[in-house]
């Protein structure tokens, strides 16, 4: 579902991302692991086509990001933690409106919105307008809005920062059960707990730099530790790539 080939990006004289390299497979939810700027949302600019690699390659559903910008487009949905909503429009609204960007019917939004009520437990926030909402109700319609048109894959990056324990636990069961057999998530945090439930692999990011990969059971191996959170400082504190200490957000 989505294959990255040593993909690099600089800015000035700052490289954000070096020759990384990854893929993620359709019923896998994959996280991407690491501190605040590490690259993670770097990566996931360029896969959503935001940003041009300046060395590399990268398709997703097929598709290559950088020659296929508008299937790639049409393929992903976006999820991050400070998506915002046009507070005059309901819910309802807001979903018609992106709906109808999507090219998709009335009939076919209302049924989509149908679903992902069911899935999301939309209730009175389709109903509301978005400027009386609270966090954990903006976040499920973003979600919503980011779903609308079923695409194969959805990028989350950092989607549960604000967000309080009943809001999270909506986003973390929408992740846990959105992969099939054609569909697959690309899951960016800082929060180890969130990688430990959620994902099938991941990718630990430090520096731009890819330093180790596998499944939960797997990084905890390779780092020596009794968990991912000492596993992750171990595989830090072994690369080459420790210039400065890793923050408290790790």
């Known amino acids: 579902m989505i294959s990255v080939e040593s993909i690099s990006k600089a800015f000035g004289g700052v490289t954000a991302v070096d020759a990384l390299s990854f893929r993620v497979e359709a019923g896998e939810v994959y996280g991407l692991l690491g501190p605040n700027g590490a690259g993670k949302t770097t990566t996931l600019r360029i896969l959503a086509t935001l940003l041009v690699a300046d060395r590399g390659r990268a398709s997703v559903a097929g598709f290559d990001v950088a020659r296929q910008g508008e299937a790639v487009r049409r393929s992903i949905g976006v999820v991050n933690g400070g998506m915002g909503l046009y507070d005059r429009l309901t819910g309802r609204e807001v979903l018609h409106y992106y709906g109808r ?126 968990n991912l959170e000492d596993a992750f400082f171990h595989l830090v504190e072994g690369s080459d790539l420790r210039g400065e200490t890793v923050g408290a957000k790790a």
């Open 101 to 226: 960007l999507y090219g998709m019917s009335a009939s076919a939004i209302d049924a989509r919105i149908a679903q992902l009520d069911e899935l999301l437990e939309l209730g009175d926030t389709l109903s509301r307008r978005a400027g009386g909402y609270s966090t954990g109700m903006k976040q499920k319609i973003v979600i919503a809005r980011a779903v609308l048109h079923d695409p194969p894959v959805i990028f989350f990056d950092e989607a549960t920062s604000g967000l309080d324990v009943v809001a999270r636990r909506a986003v973390l069961e929408f992740v846990r059960r959105y992969p099939g057999e054609a569909r697959a998530v690309l899951y960016s945090t800082h929060v180890m707990s969130e990688v430990e439930e959620l994902c099938d692999r991941a990718c630990i990011l430090y520096r731009g730099h890819k330093i180790a990969e596998g499944s939960i059971v797997e990084l905890t191996e390779q780092g020596g530790g009794a």
